[in-house]
């Protein structure tokens, strides 16, 4: 059933259906089919269009502020070579954030964001939706639709909106229209569901703005090639900065994009390790995570075959994580095709480690991380010690604190 495991291929997908081995595809209604076709099509054209190509290189330079900076993290990383002597190691790896925390709108969302957007304005498409869930996606659909004077509509669960508060009204203050979800769980899932509700009703008008590697084909490929910019960048300052190529790389993963942006570039070449960091929630025998590699098996949400957390019934469970972004049942399909074919280890975070590693790089570095990329950073602490001090590890710090730094407050005050 699954892909074969040819170390040439990793780079080559999906096929033509859409699929990554067994996972991906379109599983939608017949309404939409249209759309995804034209979408897909669009698409292919844009993608050989360099008139499409240097408007999209002009806005991520001079608008979204790129490229962003390969910061090597002294303070971190003579902490946890430390950390290593202390325990009788001689280790300790070097450790480089990539700062997409620095980015315009604050996270990796918005190289996506771009991408869709001026996508949409060749398709002569002006109503944008999206769903969210931490609140990046959405801030930077917000932005770019002030940006070319677009209607934006974001889904939001209303959890969400209760924790996510500042992003709310970052968003309103865009000109975009939030719509709180009730239903089911109040969270990331729910929103995108409502957002394909929508599509369905307005499709002669409107265009979705899927903000994660997940969704009915050409979706995860799509947003994959936007979010590359990441791991072309990486690749290229750190040849500038060491010479060679790095020998780790670390992300976390919700739907996945800013992993799959960091790790594309890297997928054939063996000697770089791959490490994706889902949430683990109170821990994966609590069965409160939002880890669906480590705790789930292959199902169809949101439009395509990957894996998901499902009951015995195959009923979707409900995901949970300290972080809204990370908030969800489910993971981007070619993650499930990596970790099928072992290309990429698939470990995991809880809400507590995420939290600790929160508040150390904040201190060491004078960084403030997204609850998000804190699982990343979680795991550098178990990782790190164990390499020698010439492993080169790059860390994706996919999103900056800001909008977490309530929720965390909250937290610690009641302890």
């Known amino acids: 059933m699954n892909a074969p495991h040819n170390p040439n291929t990793y780079r080559s997908g999906p096929d033509e259906n859409g699929r990554f081995g067994m996972f991906g595809g379109r599983f939608v209604a017949e309404t939409l089919m249209p759309l995804i076709l034209e979408l897909e099509q669009a698409y292919e054209a844009a993608k050989i269009d360099p008139v499409y190509h240097a408007e999209t290189a002009y806005g991520l330079r001079h608008y979204v502020g790129r490229p962003s900076p390969l910061y090597y993290a002294e303070r971190l990383t003579e902490h946890f070579r430390d950390k290593a002597a202390a325990s009788g190691l001689s280790g300790g790896a070097k450790i480089y954030l990539k700062r997409e925390e620095l980015n315009h709108t604050g996270s990796h969302k918005v190289n996506n964001v771009l991408g869709q957007i001026l996508l949409a304005r060749r398709m002569g498409k002006k109503r944008i939706i999206a769903e969210t869930g931490a609140g990046q996606h959405g801030v930077a659909t917000a932005t770019l639709c002030a940006r070319y004077g677009l209607e934006c509509i974001v889904y939001m669960g209303a959890v969400d909106v209760a924790r996510q508060a500042p992003n709310v009204f970052r968003m309103q203050m865009l000109g975009a229209t939030v719509i709180p979800v009730e239903s089911g769980t109040k969270t990331l899932k729910d929103a995108m569901n409502e957002a394909l509700r929508d599509w369905v009703t307005n499709v002669a008008t409107t265009f979705y703005c899927i903000g994660t590697v997940a969704g009915p084909h050409p979706y995860p490929a799509m947003v994959r090639d936007f979010q590359s910019i990441i791991g072309r960048e ?40 791959i490490y994706g960091v889902e949430a683990a929630g109170h821990g994966i025998p609590s069965g409160l995570h939002a880890a669906s590699l480590t705790g789930g098996a292959p199902g169809v949400l949101h439009g395509n075959r990957t894996y998901l957390l499902m009951d015995a019934d195959g009923q979707i469970k409900d995901a949970h994580s300290i972080s809204a972004g990370l908030d969800y049942p489910g993971i981007g399909p070619e993650h499930s095709w990596l970790h099928d074919v072992g290309r990429a280890k698939y470990i995991s975070a809880t809400d507590e480690e995420a939290l600790e590693a929160f508040q150390l790089i904040s201190k060491l570095e004078g960084i403030i991380p997204a609850l998000e990329s804190a699982h990343a950073l979680a795991r550098v602490a178990e990782l790190a010690p164990k390499k020698p001090q010439d492993h080169l590890m790059v860390v994706n710090l996919s999103g900056r604190g800001d909008k977490d730094i309530p929720q965390v407050a909250e937290i610690l005050a009641a302890r």
């Open 234 to 273: 990486t690749r290229e300052q750190m040849q500038e900065l060491e010479g060679r190529l790095p020998d780790s790389l670390i992300a976390c993963i919700g739907g996945g994009s800013n992993a799959m942006g960091l790790f594309h570039p890297f997928l054939d070449d063996p000697s770089v390790e």
